[in-house]
């Protein structure tokens, strides 16, 4: 465990990595909220999914200009500005919650404005790693950045869930709300650290910056496949997890939001097992079959929480597919910021996520129109089957399979 925990020795990783942790926290609070809070009042899975778009199209929209900022602009500023944004705009929702005057419309809004907000802070966060630590902890650093959301996602899930039967969802809003705070509270300490990743005395323009990063991707196709498969597949993904599970929960497993909070608390136990196991290693090999192989375990997991009716499997299979998801996370992270040049670790990232969200927003207006005709389990059944068929397509390509 030690050799996990050796970036904390780095006081400028240890604050950033404290207040994310505190920030993920405050998150797993807000999102069980919201989703019950969405079941409660409309009962409509096509809403629950046009929330959960309202939040996606503003990061894909300004996710390649995001990228561009990340390696232009000083990058801890930005983040700090992202956390302020956040905290002010779940700061209002709690209010209008606790004067009951919250409306859904208030709601997508919102949800617009994290958009918006992540299309900077996520690059920025992921690029700032590398900046903070030289290139041998970075394992490490991966690691705990994964331990720290699925540790509070382990807590967050069960205390969210309490705090909704308890106090409403208000609190829970309100309570993201100071995390978000309280993460722009560690960033203070360490902007001094904060320098402009551009080296040219003379930056081009946007266009071209976004350009050379694309020229990148499409240069390397372990990288394009990767991510082409990933946005394929997170429209069979997207519905499943995003949608219908707290459909399954509520009308087929006749669950109340206690289960909700369950099933996600047992993906981030699993996610702790599996960032604890990678941790140990200053370096991956055979990524690529490591990649897909996990990736595929998570369909077959998806698939298996449809099939069954036993809240024990269902909860088994959350724990697995947390643990692949975290290796997946993490050999794909470390893959990047190993094989990427630093000055385009910001559109990389921004041009990764872009891709493989891209139709993240038909997964969830699919899976809204699927759980309605079909139920929610036989979303699962589909959408797991198709996921781990396209994944296994994408590892038959040979610069896949060998990387390494």
Same mark, same amino acid.
């Given at each position: ?25 405050? $998150?797993n609070f807000y999102r069980i909220a919201l989703v019950w809070w969405v079941l409660e009042k409309t009962g409509s899975a096509a809403v629950m999914g046009t929330v959960l778009i309202c939040s996606t199209v503003p990061m894909l929209l300004f996710s390649l200009v995001g990228g561009v900022m990340v390696d232009r602009w000083p990058r801890l500023p930005l983040m700090l500005g992202s956390d302020a944004m956040r905290g002010i705009a779940v700061g209002l929702m709690a209010w209008l919650a606790f004067a009951d005057r919250l409306e859904l419309w208030h709601i997508y809004v919102i949800s617009v404005i994290f958009g918006f907000v992540d299309a900077f802070f996520l690059p920025a966060y992921r690029a700032s790693i590398p900046d903070l630590l030289p290139a041998e902890i ?15 996602? /382990?807590?967050?899930?069960? =205390? ?5 039967? =308890? ?14 705070? /309280? ?25 071209? $910056? ?5 020229? *990148? ?18 429209? *069979? ?12 929960? #509520? ?6 939001? #206690? ?6 608390? @047992? ?62 996370? =993490?050999?794909? =992270? ?29 997964? @969830? ?22 996921? *781990? ?14 990387? $390494?």
């Open positions: 465990m030690k050799s996990v925990l050796r970036a904390l020795g780095h006081r400028p990783f240890a604050l950033l990595w404290s207040g994310q942790t505190i920030s993920r926290l405050g $998150d970075l394992t490490s650093a991966n690691s705990l950045d994964s331990l720290s959301g699925e540790v509070s996602g /382990i807590l967050g899930p069960a =205390l969210g869930a309490s705090l909704v039967v =308890l106090g409403g969802s208000p609190s829970a809003f309100a309570l993201d709300g100071l995390s978000f705070l /309280i993460s722009a509270g560690c960033l203070l300490p360490i902007l001094y650290l904060s320098s402009s990743p551009r080296t040219e005395e003379k930056p081009e323009g946007i266009m071209s $910056d976004a350009r050379k990063g694309l020229g *990148t991707v499409f240069g390397m196709p372990w990288l394009w496949i990767t991510i082409a498969v990933a946005g394929i597949s997170n429209i *069979t993904y997207a519905g499943p997890m995003g949608v219908a599970l707290p459909f399954l929960i #509520k009308d087929h497993l006749h669950a109340d939001v #206690k289960l909700l909070g369950l099933f996600y608390t @047992f993906m981030s136990l699993g996610a702790v097992l599996g960032a604890s196991w990678l941790g140990r290693y200053t370096t991956i090999r055979r990524r690529g079959l490591k990649l897909y192989g996990v990736w595929m375990l998570i369909g077959l997991m998806v698939m298996a929480v449809g099939f069954s009716k036993s809240v024990s499997l269902v909860l088994a299979a959350a724990l697995i597919m947390g643990g692949a998801n975290t290796a997946l996370g =993490l050999i794909w =992270l470390n893959s990047l910021q190993e094989l990427i040049p630093r000055e385009l670790q910001g559109r990389v990232s921004s041009i990764d996520y872009l891709g493989s969200s891209l139709l993240e927003p038909v997964g @969830f207006a699919v899976g809204g129109w699927e759980t309605a005709l079909l139920g929610p389990a036989a979303v699962f059944i589909i959408g797991g089957a198709l996921q *781990t068929i396209l994944i296994g397509v994408g590892l038959l390509h040979p610069q896949v399979r060998n990387l $390494d």
